[in-house]
């Protein structure tokens, strides 16, 4: 049974830094493309960041140059460095892994993509 357990969330202010943590079991993150999404009550799901096999990342533009992905395969951990917060970045935090070890479409910013997925971390930050 696979299991992904989101923490590191928290509250912070603005201009302030978190980091995200995503652990594995029964699933080895290497093996497939992982990606951390976040949500709003009441709005979609958004892409934020993915990572692939070969370790290419991708972030949605609100993010670019602030948040950065990244894993451990000896932890089969992922991460994400949150930087530079500001009040539009809080949300439900996502962690989640595809069921194989590529993406549809370039970016692997699709939902549709992942069906694993952790309970979610939040990440509140205030102005």
């Known amino acids: 049974q696979v299991q992904l357990v989101e923490s590191g969330g928290g509250l912070v202010q603005a201009g302030g830094s978190l980091r995200l943590s995503c652990a594995a079991s029964?699933?080895?993150?290497?093996?497939?493309?992982t990606a951390w999404f976040r949500q709003v009550p009441g709005k979609e799901r958004d892409f934020v960041a993915a990572?692939?096999?070969?370790?290419?990342?991708y972030y949605a533009d609100s993010v670019k140059g602030r948040f950065a992905i990244s894993r451990d395969n000896a932890k089969n951990t992922v991460y994400m460095q949150l930087n530079s917060l500001k009040p539009e970045d809080t949300a439900i935090y996502y962690c989640?892994?595809?069921?194989?070890?590529?993406?549809?479409?370039?970016?692997?910013?699709?939902?549709?993509?992942?069906?694993?997925w952790g309970q979610g971390t939040q990440v509140t930050v205030s102005s």
């Open positions: 029964g699933r080895t993150f290497s093996s497939s493309p």
């Open positions: 990572i692939t096999v070969s370790g290419s990342t």
């Open positions: 989640a892994a595809a069921p194989i070890h590529f993406c549809s479409t370039v970016g692997c910013y699709r939902v549709i993509e992942y069906n694993y």
